[in-house]
């Protein structure tokens, strides 16, 4: 059994003696709802164990991470720099337009995720895939650290801590921050002045309680940040005003998408970014890889010629194979050709349909637990509005304790994703961990559970 397994079961082996599970929901529940851990009305959390990881899961997590930020990096120069592969993201004639907005520093990634399941198996062999890159409003830094800090205090963690050394990987507001002050100074050229921050989102939004965790942070550091509906800025006399106080800094939390919806390019963002008022995070170009189609350019073999052989193989062993949903002849998963929409037609219990520019799990089809006709359908939406098709991933699973209402404990199996958190557009440190019972995996969505990860070691 591997040391991993063995601390998970020493874990559990403590849920179900004595009152430690009682007594550990009974800290946990009202230190969620105290602390801001809330995501719309629900609490982030409903289970008692957060995910456990040994020194070599992390490092393995963290390694492979950075070689495929490498991949998407390599990427996003090459888009960049030529519009006829840009088409294959399928970015909208406004997004055209914003993309050319200079940023005024290097980076297209101050912060963002890569959405993936790690599987450890009993031989301590690892099976890694990433799904998705959150490139432009990733959520959770602050929840997963703050969240890390309430469950280091239950009795649960307490006890196991007896006989392990648990480090938290807690690192995403402080990670965050340093990535924002980076790309402010390179912006200003200079540190003469702590920037004026908005953060930027709709009045309402589920993860307004992470927002106050930020301007708590920030303050840490005496940075004042206001958060403001996009509804609430203008912009005039050279100035960017959010709520009526002047910011020469946008922390954009709203999707570029909604506020095109919105606004289409008339807004006072986008004025004061012409005029290089403004430093803001995450910059539009962000969209070159946030798009799902992105993972569609990257494991495309038309596209091969853009990466090393190590990085080509990255790609094999780490990245499903995807495909934007169009009429033409490709190479299927197991290297023959094929004719794309016949074959996506034949293959739906193998396939999964995502929107090329949706979050929260909208409009996500699963091939395997959906009727013919409805998939069929999709395929053909998927014609004229972009959508990618992709490989069923390796899914990752573990057992997890929980309360049942009548007080006992009920350890169930869940999957998991872990997806580590991107800094700088080089930097990968920090995971949100994400829990579910069902095979769409998204808090947004209205269901799953979020826990903090921690890194153990068992004692001498």
């Known amino acids: 059994m591997s040391q991993r397994q063995l601390a998970i079961d020493f874990y559990h082996d403590l849920c179900t003696s004595g009152a430690l599970a009682q007594d550990t929901w009974e800290a946990l529940l009202p230190g969620l709802s105290a602390r801001g851990l809330i995501f719309g009305n629900r609490p982030l959390t409903t289970v008692l164990r957060p995910l456990l990881h040994t020194g070599m899961d992390w490092h393995y997590l963290r390694w492979r991470s950075t070689v495929i930020l490498g991949v998407f990096r390599k990427l996003a120069e090459a888009l960049r720099a030529d519009p006829a592969l840009r088409t294959q993201v399928h970015l909208t004639p406004e997004e055209e337009i914003l993309i050319q907005l200079p940023t005024g520093f290097d980076t297209i990634l101050p ?46 963690m307490h006890a196991f801590g007896e006989r392990y050394h648990v480090e938290p990987l807690a690192v995403g507001r402080r990670s965050a921050v340093d990535a924002l002050l980076r790309i402010y100074y390179q912006w200003r050229g200079n540190r003469n002045k702590l ?44 100035v960017l005003y959010a709520d009526g106080r002047a910011v020469d800094y946008v922390y954009k939390r709203v999707l570029t998408t909604e506020l095109l919806q919105r606004f289409g390019l008339d807004h006072p963002i986008i004025d004061a970014l012409r005029a290089g008022a403004i430093c803001m995070a995450n910059p539009f170009t962000c969209k070159l890889v946030h798009k799902k189609a992105s993972f569609a350019v990257a494991s495309d073999e038309r596209n091969a010629y853009l990466f090393t052989r190590t990085e080509q193989e990255a790609i094999r062993q780490h990245i499903p194979w995807t495909r934007s949903v169009e009429e033409r002849k490709t190479l299927a998963p197991d290297g023959e050709p094929i004719d794309l929409l016949p074959w996506a037609a034949a293959h739906k219990n193998d396939l999964v349909l995502k929107p090329n520019d949706e979050y929260g799990g909208k409009g996500v ?30 899914i990752a699973y573990e057992e997890f304790p929980s309360l049942t209402p009548g007080g006992a404990v009920d350890i169930s199996r869940r999957l998991v994703d872990s997806d580590p958190f991107i800094f700088n557009g080089d930097t990968v440190d920090g995971c949100l961990v994400r829990l579910s019972k069902v095979t769409l995996l ?16 068992k004692r001498e």
């Open 365 to 394: 089809l699963i091939g395997w637990e959906c009727e013919q006709a409805e998939w069929d359908a999709a395929l053909q939406v998927a014609l004229t509005d972009p959508a990618i098709i992709q490989a069923r991933a390796t």
């Open 442 to 457: 998204n808090v947004t969505a209205g269901g799953g559970s979020v826990v903090p990860a921690f890194v153990v070691d």
């Open 195 to 238: 920037p004026d921050i908005a953060i930027v989102d709709w009045e309402g939004v589920p993860t307004t309680t992470e927002f106050h965790l930020f301007v708590d942070y920030f303050a840490r550091y005496g940075i004042t940040a206001t958060i403001c509906d996009p509804n609430k800025m203008e912009f005039h006399n050279g």
């Open 111 to 156: 912060t963002a995720r890569l959405d993936s399941f790690l599987t450890v198996h009993a031989d301590g062999a690892y099976h890694l895939n990433y799904v998705e890159l959150n490139g432009e409003s990733p959520a959770s830094m602050a929840y997963s650290d703050v969240l890390s800090d309430l469950f280091l205090e239950t009795p649960l």
